[in-house]
């Protein structure tokens, strides 16, 4: 796979991790919790550093801040698996652990970090 092929791959998950980060952002439960509001700023954190690689179109640059900023997206997977069964069982938030899951692991083996 071609270096811009796997900056779009990785750019197509991270439709998911935004549409999870929003979610969270305007949650009731956000506003409550610290630590969930630590998540969904460290997954805003990630998307943004690699917006100006984007709109650049620079595989390469882009490639190598995904794959450097890669333990901020990895830890705010892990923290919100941890978190989200204390803050809510609504299927709400099942369904956006697993959504952050599946797009964190694809990012992951595409960035051969898995």
């Given at each position: ?7 779009e791959q ?17 949650s009731e ?22 917006g100006v ?62």
């Open positions: 796979m071609s270096a811009s092929e796997k900056m990785v750019d197509d998950l991270l439709t998911h991790v935004w549409m999870v980060r929003t979610f969270l952002k305007h439960e956000a506003e409550e919790d610290e630590d969930l509001q630590k998540v969904h700023r460290m997954l805003y954190d990630y998307t943004h550093a690699l690689f984007w709109d650049k179109r620079d595989a390469e640059g882009y490639l190598d801040q995904a794959t450097r900023k890669w333990h901020r997206l990895k830890n705010a997977n892990e923290q919100f698996a941890e978190l989200q069964p204390d803050i809510s069982t609504h299927m709400n938030f099942q369904m956006a652990r697993r959504s952050l899951q599946t797009a964190v692991r694809r990012i992951g083996e595409t960035l051969d970090k898995a």
